[in-house]
């Protein structure tokens, strides 16, 4: 990653410097963001699922129901195939979403248990997680470091649109080199990416949207679109 000037920063900022900046910048802002919402890693992964292309209430609802039914478990869903699509209808695309649920049970299962599963190395957990249908690399990464405690960063739409906007990446980047360029000028911490993430999403839903809202964004004096 080059180093990124701010027209209203003396000097040139190192990658380093500049993604530490954002990060306290935004914790400061925003303060501790205590993602993943769930009470045990099972409800992470399983949330981990239910959580693409919608909003967590909806998720929350889902998990609600499985509870209610006493079925959020690695065997419960497995043996429940056929109650899931109207348990889980809140969190959208719930067909396929049943689908790839029952895929990521099946997976574990083949480890016996969710923490041996989870106990991996993050290399082959993130390889075993990719191998599974409907499972892409943000999905993976949200249950290596939120249900696995595996410090990786994850990179979402709101990453993309950020780091664009502030001039750090071009846009058109891979997920694996706008992580690799995070991963490699960052501490390697999983509270750090942990915060980092939920940080940036948080900044994402108020300020920089589709549509940014420049006034009172804590990342103005180091934007491109502002500083031009």
Same mark, same amino acid.
Not at 177 to 189: C, G, H, Y
């Given at each position: 990653m080059k180093p990124v000037e701010c027209q209203r920063e003396s000097g040139i900022l190192s990658p380093e410097t500049l993604l530490l900046k954002i990060y306290y910048t935004l914790y400061d802002t925003f303060g501790p963001q205590h993602w993943w919402p769930g009470e045990s890693k099972l409800e992470v992964v399983v949330g981990a699922i239910l959580t693409q292309n919608t909003n967590w209430k909806n998720v929350e609802k889902a998990i609600n129901n499985l509870k209610e039914r006493g079925i959020l478990s690695v065997d419960g869903i497995l043996e429940s195939e056929g109650l899931l699509p109207e348990l889980i209808k809140s969190a959208g695309y719930y067909r396929v979403k049943t689908e790839r649920l029952i895929n990521v049970m099946k997976k574990i299962k083949e480890y016996k248990t969710l923490d041996i599963f989870l106990g991996l190395p993050v290399e082959s957990l993130r390889s075993e997680l990719l191998s599974i249908k409907g499972v892409g690399e943000e999905t993976a990464d949200s249950i290596i470091l939120y249900a696995a405690g595996y410090p990786v960063f994850i990179v979402d739409a709101y990453t993309r649109r950020i780091f664009s906007r502030l001039g750090i990446i071009r846009g058109n980047e891979d997920y694996g080199?706008?992580?690799?360029?995070?991963? /490699?000028?960052?501490? /390697?911490?999983t509270y750090l990416y942990n915060e980092f993430h939920a940080l940036l999403v948080e900044l994402g839903k108020r300020y920089c949207r589709k549509i940014p809202i420049h006034r009172g964004c804590p990342l103005s004096i180091l934007c491109k679109e502002v500083n031009e």
């Open positions: 080199e706008i992580q690799s360029m995070v991963m /490699n000028n960052t501490p /390697n911490d």
